[in-house]
């Protein structure tokens, strides 16, 4: 029998007794689908569970080989977790952390994972994965302070390499070979570096197989320059990826486990959001997946709102838009803030919705919050005066009233080459800067920049500003130009002929708050919605239209154009594709080449000598 506690407590001046039982401690348990021991890279579904039942939120960790734990998913609902080894073999720890949320009572169990290596004979092997267009290179271990890559190629076809690792011996080593085209025949090697000699490992053959049908497909207008180093194209629409070569194979694709996914990232790993407005705050979540769709790193609005408020911050309701990691390895996230106002934004009481910036650090503790309706004027309506409903809803997750005010609708967020946020608030027409420091900022607004904002532009078209803007962002060649891609929503309804959008480059002087439009490309086409702005390294620019209309059908194109506005490529998508980037391969993010960390010194004079001028 459990304990019987008598509390005793003064109820309106007389002594009151009453019986208090706890509830019955934790009963937790952690099973795993895979009998012991598991090979690296063989996928493993483990699942908590409580005798008890009961409201209960679970928390995953993994611990490698003498070294610490790292977080996989913070407290939410989901109580399974796949996952595999992916570096090396070795004997690892899965810790799953239970805590009820009636009592807030947390228990703790874990198991030892013992993982082996895919190598019996000291040669290399490869693997499949439960990706069929990504395989598993497991190489023998290499000389401490050595470094190994994998190189491969189809025949015929150009040679692609991975990243390269460090060495750590005696411990095996592997890779994930991706950007492979179907039904073709690879050769794959390791190379090993040391100290700038170079050993080739011995050749390993591989066939890859069919894809499936995937729910849309690409077609080639213009095809972009075949010499260039950006040669994949990955689209994203909504929760499916694909990446292509520039003439439309498939090489990649990823449609499941995200709502909407936001940046790919080094490495190889692609964020995203999960949002539906039928759920509670507890399943709208931001996720990190690798290349065969494993999660890596997962939190959720409830786990957040519980670090808010100790913050003395308001909620959250969800999160959209963007979710990308910062050069110092913290996360940052745009969220939905949602407000009930009275006689501001309407007669009587009306439900807003703005937008919440939350940094988070490599635990997913949160470090750092902005919030729209702390610094911005909540009595400028969006420009077009957007609302939201249950059964036509493009914001984030709401549950005060049937229908919100879409007042900000933020869509991208990027630190600046000073360390502060440049903020896209798409229903504000502004691209907003920031006070973040490196997060020891206080969030004070910088500066506004478009219509009616903080800066003069010098230009001398009729109507020059952006407007319902995406992916305002700061070049790294030339850190005082920013790039956007103009959907140009405010140009059309006193239009006396066609609208088309446009991708946009300003050459920025914070001190004087002047603004010059050096790049004004009509792009052919107009995009009420969705949209990418992207540098190349060459001088010229990617943008992606990403909702567009044609024969009562939404599609997307990725236009290229070169520094005088001219169109040099053109890649028509069946499906509205929220974001496209240009890529080198499927390890190196958009904003950076093959290799690289940034552009070479001296990259952005190189861009005004661009042939078409």
């Not at 005793?8 to 021991?37: H, K, N, R, W």
């Not at 040669?123 to 190489?139: D, E, G, I, K, Y």
């Not at 994998?150 to 025949?155: D, K, L, P, W």
Request: net charge negative; aromatic share 8%.
């Amino acid at each position: 029998m459990y304990p019987v506690k008598i509390s005793v407590q003064i109820v309106g001046g007389v002594l009151a007794a009453g019986l208090f039982i706890p509830a019955p401690a934790m009963t937790l348990t952690l099973t795993s689908s895979v009998s012991p021991p598991s090979y690296v890279g063989q996928m493993t579904t483990w699942t908590a569970s409580i005798a008890e039942g009961g409201d209960v939120r679970y928390r995953f960790r993994a611990r490698p080989p003498g070294g610490d734990f790292r977080i996989i998913r913070d407290y939410g609902p989901l109580s399974s977790l796949d996952w595999t080894a992916t570096e090396a073999e070795g004997v690892y720890e899965i810790e799953v952390s239970a805590k009820r949320m009636d009592t807030g009572e947390v228990t703790t169990t874990s198991q030892l994972c013992p993982v082996i290596s895919r190598i019996s004979v000291g040669f290399a092997v490869v693997n499949p994965t439960q990706h069929p267009m990504v395989f598993l290179f497991s190489a023998p271990s290499c000389p401490a302070g050595s470094r190994m890559r994998v190189e491969y190629r189809a025949y015929p076809g150009s040679a692609q390499a991975t990243p390269w690792k460090n060495c750590s011996p005696p411990a095996s080593m592997n890779f994930y070979l991706a950007g492979l085209l179907p039904q073709s025949t690879y050769a794959a090697y390791s190379l090993t570096d040391t100290n700038g000699a170079l050993l080739n490992g011995s050749k390993v053959m591989f066939v890859t197989g069919l894809i499936p049908k995937l729910p849309w497909r690409q077609t080639v207008i213009q095809p972009p320059d075949a010499n260039t180093d950006r040669g994949v194209l990955l689209g994203i629409s909504g929760g499916s990826q694909i990446a292509t070569d520039l003439s439309r194979n498939v090489i990649w694709y990823g449609y499941a486990n995200l709502t909407w996914a936001t940046r790919f990232e080094q490495g190889g790993f692609i964020w995203g959001v999960l949002e539906d407005i039928t759920k509670p705050v507890s399943q709208q979540s931001i996720r990190k997946l690798d290349l065969v769709g494993m999660t890596v790193l997962e939190t959720n609005a409830e786990r957040v709102n519980e670090q808010l408020k100790a913050m003395g911050r308001r909620p959250i309701s969800g999160f959209h838009h963007e979710v990308r990691t910062l050069p110092d390895g913290r996360i940052v996230a745009l969220a939905g803030v949602e407000q009930m106002l009275t006689d501001v934004q309407g007669p009587g009481p009306v439900d807003v919705m703005g937008d919440m910036i939350v940094v988070l650090d490599a635990d997913l503790n949160v470090v750092w919050a902005w919030d729209a309706f702390d610094h911005l004027d909540v009595k400028r309506l969006a420009t077009l005066g957007e609302v939201c409903t249950k059964t036509f809803n493009a914001c984030p997750p709401f549950y005060l009233a049937d229908r919100v005010n879409d007042w900000t609708h933020g869509n991208s967020v990027q630190l600046t080459p000073d360390g502060n946020l440049l903020y896209s608030a798409r229903h504000q027409d502004w691209l907003i800067k920031i006070s973040y420091a490196n997060g020891a900022g206080d969030g004070h607004i910088i500066w506004r920049l478009g219509k009616d904002g903080d800066f003069t532009i010098l230009s001398d078209d009729a109507y020059p500003w952006f407007s319902h803007q995406h992916d305002g962002n700061f070049e790294l060649s030339n850190p005082a130009r920013v790039a956007v891609f103009d959907n140009g929503n405010m140009r059309v309804p006193n239009a006396s002929g066609p609208v088309h959008s446009r991708g946009q480059v300003l050459d920025l002087d914070e001190s004087s708050k002047t603004a010059r439009l050096i790049l004004n490309a009509d792009l052919g086409v107009l995009s009420l919605a969705l949209g990418t702005a992207q540098e190349l390294d060459d001088g010229n620019y990617h943008f992606d239209a990403g909702s567009v209309v044609g024969t009562g059908t939404f599609g997307a194109y990725a236009i290229g154009v070169n520094s005088c506005g001219q169109t040099i490529s053109s890649i028509q998508a069946s499906a509205m594709l929220y974001r496209s980037f240009r890529m080198t391969d499927m390890y190196t993010p958009p904003e950076l080449r093959k290799g690289t960390r940034g552009r070479p010194k001296g990259y952005s004079q190189s861009i005004s000598q661009n042939a078409c001028l």
